[in-house]
């Protein structure tokens, strides 16, 4: 097997690498739990490696199309089917790409912390098998260029995240939070169903780029788009769809959380494909882009507002998830409501672009961030077996690591240089002022209680005097240092270097976004 | 108006479990609503691929002026996805249920205004 | 070249976290020097060392250091008004949180169609 055929079956490769590795781990636990420890570790090596590699050749090369079921996998029309793809494709581009190096890196730094932190459990059978399903249903979710294979993967994704976030029984708690998470995302789920039918029912075609080549912004249309925007924003968690992220996320085990973040992003991946791949220049850029705005506004301050009175760590973060996906909204929505103005000098050149890049970019450097900051108060739960801020202090004698890890990640959400955070924080500023200023001193203030708010855990955590009842308490052991420390190397090159990520991952996956003749040229080859 | 009557259905059943969803108070009840808007979302599915005066999509010995075009069939990817659809409503159906399960177990109670220790 | 690696060009800018970390660095330097024209004799162990607590005593190491609900009290009374309104809002109910995910469907259509 040369490198050219694992090049050409990678995107099947990278969904069907993890979906193995879930069935098969309940096996090899018959014979050893160390082995099997050791398969799940070895398996998510690989497909960290393989998600890399398929995105640098996707950067350098072009796109890869992946055809299921046809003799030749980049043969995308059949020759007697009239010249229209009739099969579900798999089409990853630069944006595709992009999204596969951050659930690479955080599945991996996942996958490495949950070990000791599930040591004492039973079950752990089924912990891996969901974590790799989770793992296998996201990365479908950002390959796919077929809008059925989209709500598949969005529904395994929905359920393998529920029930690991009900995994720690926890006297019904977490069961609440997972029933809480079931049902509204069944919900979503279902009126994004009713969407796709509705497209198939006017154009008569699943896959992407044929519904763009066709598409026409009918009245029917109109009620899709609401259809998908409302019940995917609802997924990434924007403002007033909101309620469940907080519980799912307080509840579920920190290593998890750490990957609910990236399941979230996906889904706002698929948002932003539908809205700027099948729709583009057809819809009312004005309206929809205002929409998206509102939402992102809303998100950031209600989600800011409402963390700072919170008294349990781990809520408090999910409340700040909130807050920061509504910058990805903010940026992401400024492209889109200038995106019909993109002849030379429009607003799009002006501010548009950059408010894009902007939210692309805060993107990765949030899956970044509060991956670490999420794995870093489960070592701190781990350790002193309290989730309450009341009870906590003083951890700071005993565990340095932690706490250094802890800063860096909090001086990046806040947006403080040199970190990441800032990088991708300016870009937003300074095009949002542009588009109108208010947007942006909204902002700045909610950076400013971000701020506010994590010293306020830095201070509960780690300063004081060293309390008598955690005088035992040890750093966080070396695989949650690892995990932890790769991310925490990944914020301080982005922080230090932006120009490296910006310039190969987040302008290609930008252009990517905006260019839909060319998302539509990689399907429709002629032969 | 009678060629729209499955579209009206469709409607009304998904009125009937999104005011299910609503409005009931025993969780039970509430995941009974979640199954009309399934029931109402594959009904939608198998209804856009009806065409008036064909036959299943089947090709063995079908008559003759059905294949020779305009073939006269149903859609038949429409019932593809809602087989797909079902599946994945039943798998979904069942987390619930076991949710359910989970918390009457440790909470006693199955009203949704109590299921709330998670708040604010 | 690694200097030219560090800058970000923003439409309207340019940042450079390596010109940044200078002027921080140039910063604490300066902070240093003041530094050092300070008291340099203090006796360690005794009561010079400890923290000042408004001149009480204070044995309970429990009480010293303040909980987190203490911390920003002054801006959560100022905002009494906002919070309450707020916070009550977010009950558990999962009907409820159906009901804002059908309202926010429903206004974007509004908005949508009219618009």
Redesign the interface.
């Known amino acids: 097997m040369n490198l050219d055929s694992l090049v050409k079956h990678s995107p099947a490769l990278v969904v069907a690498l993890p979906l193995l590795l879930a069935f098969s781990t309940p096996l090899w636990s018959r014979f050893n739990k160390q082995l099997r420890n050791i398969w799940v570790v070895a398996g998510m090596c690989m497909t960290t490696l393989l998600g890399l590699f398929m995105a640098y050749n996707v950067l350098r090369y072009g796109p890869i199309t992946y055809v299921f079921g046809a003799s030749d996998p980049t043969q995308t029309i059949p020759h007697d089917s009239g010249g229209i793809p009739i099969r579900i494709i798999f089409n990853v581009d630069a944006m595709s790409a992009f999204m596969v190096i951050i659930i690479a890196i955080v599945g991996l730094a996942t996958t490495i912390y949950a070990r000791p932190s599930e040591l004492r459990r039973k079950g752990l059978n089924s912990f891996y098998a969901l974590l790799m399903l989770l793992i296998a249903g996201v990365l479908g979710l950002v390959c796919t260029g077929d809008l059925?294979n989209m709500f598949?993967f969005f529904?395994i994704s929905s359920?393998a995240g529920?029930?690991l976030v009900?995994y720690r029984?926890d006297?019904?708690?977490a069961?609440?939070?997972?029933?809480?998470y079931?049902?509204i995302s069944?919900?979503g789920?279902?009126f994004f169903?009713?969407a796709?039918?509705l497209l198939?029912?006017q154009y008569g075609s699943?896959n992407i780029a044929v519904i763009a080549k066709m598409m026409q912004f009918t009245r029917l249309d109109r009620f899709a788009l609401v259809f998908i925007t409302v019940p995917l924003a609802m997924k990434a968690g924007a403002v007033p769809m909101h309620m469940w992220t907080?519980?799912a996320y307080?509840?579920a085990p920190s290593s998890i959380t750490a990957f609910l973040v990236v399941s979230s992003q996906a889904s706002l991946y698929a948002l932003f494909r539908i809205l700027f791949t099948l729709y583009n220049v057809t819809l009312d850029c004005r309206t929809f882009g205002w929409i998206i705005i509102i939402l992102g506004v809303l998100s950031m301050f209600i989600g800011v507002t409402m963390a700072l009175?919170?008294k349990t760590v781990k809520r408090l973060m999910a409340y700040h998830a909130i807050s920061q996906t509504g910058y990805m909204l903010l940026g992401v929505g400024v492209g889109l409501a200038t995106l019909c103005d993109q002849d030379k000098g429009g607003a799009f050149d002006v501010c548009g672009r950059t408010a894009m890049v902007g939210g692309v970019f805060h993107i990765i450097n949030h899956a970044m961030y509060k991956g670490l900051l999420f794995l870093t108060a489960g070592a701190v739960i781990h350790r002193t077996g309290v989730r309450n801020l009341e009870e906590l202090g003083g951890l700071g004698h005993s565990m340095k690591l932690t706490m250094v890890f802890f800063i860096i990640g909090a001086l990046s959400i806040a947006g403080i240089p040199p970190f990441n955070g800032f990088a991708s924080k300016i870009l937003i500023y300074e095009s949002v002022f542009m588009f109108s200023p208010y947007l942006a001193i909204i902002a700045i203030l909610v950076s400013i209680l971000t701020l506010a708010s994590f010293v306020k855990v830095f201070h509960s955590m780690f300063m004081g005097p060293k309390l008598p009842k955690f005088a035992e308490v040890k750093d966080a052991p070396t695989p949650m240092m690892f995990g932890m420390g790769l991310l925490a190397v990944m914020i301080v090159i982005g922080g230090l270097f932006p120009t490296i990520v910006t310039e190969n991952i987040v302008e290609p996956a930008v252009t990517a976004l905006t260019n839909q003749s060319a998302y539509i040229r990689t399907i429709f080859i002629l032969p | 108006m009678l060629a729209n009557f499955p579209f009206i259905a469709v409607g009304i059943i998904a009125i009937a479990g999104?005011v299910t969803?609503?409005?009931?108070v025993n969780?039970i009840r509430?995941?009974m609503g979640?199954t009309l808007?399934?029931a109402a979302?594959n009904f939608?599915?198998v209804a856009?691929g009806y065409r008036h005066n064909s036959i299943a999509p089947i090709f063995t010995s079908a008559p003759e002026e059905k294949i020779r075009p305009p073939a006269e069939m149903v859609l038949p990817?429409?019932q593809a996805?809602t087989l797909?659809?079902i599946v994945?409503g039943v798998?979904?159906l069942a987390?619930?249920l076991s949710?359910?399960m989970?918390?009457y177990?440790?909470?006693g109670t199955l009203d949704?205004?109590s299921?709330?220790?998670?708040?604010? | 070249m690694l200097i030219l690696m560090t800058q970000l060009d923003t439409g309207f800018g340019v940042w450079d976290p390596l010109v940044w970390l200078a002027a921080l660095a140039v910063a604490i330097i300066l902070g240093f020097i003041i530094r050092s024209f300070g008291v340099k004799d203090y006796k360690k162990g005794t009561d010079q060392t400890l923290p000042f607590l408004s001149g009480d005593k204070q044995e309970n190491v429990e009480y010293i250091h303040i909980r987190a609900s203490n911390l920003y009290w002054g801006y959560l009374d100022a905002l009494k008004g906002y919070y309450s309104r707020l916070?009550p809002l977010?009950?558990?109910?999962?009907?409820d949180y159906?009901?804002w995910l059908?309202g926010t469907m429903a206004a974007a259509m509004i908005i949508g169609l009219l618009a």
């Not at chain 1, 069961?175 to 809480?180: H, M, R, S, T, Y």
């Not at chain 2, 969803?21 to 009931?24: A, E, H, K, Q, S």
């Not at chain 3, 977010?90 to 009907?95: D, L, M, S």
């Open positions: 059925f598949v529904e359920l529920a029930a009900a029984i006297k019904g708690i069961v609440e939070a997972g029933l809480k079931a049902l069944t919900v789920g279902l169903l009713i796709v039918a198939y029912g699943l907080p519980d307080s509840r009175p919170q | 999104i969803m609503l409005l009931r969780i509430i995941i979640l808007l399934e979302g939608l599915l856009i990817t429409v996805m797909t659809s994945i798998a979904t987390l619930l949710f359910v989970a918390i177990r440790d909470y949704c205004r299921i709330r220790k998670l708040q604010g | 916070i977010h009950t558990g109910i999962v009907t159906l009901l059908f």
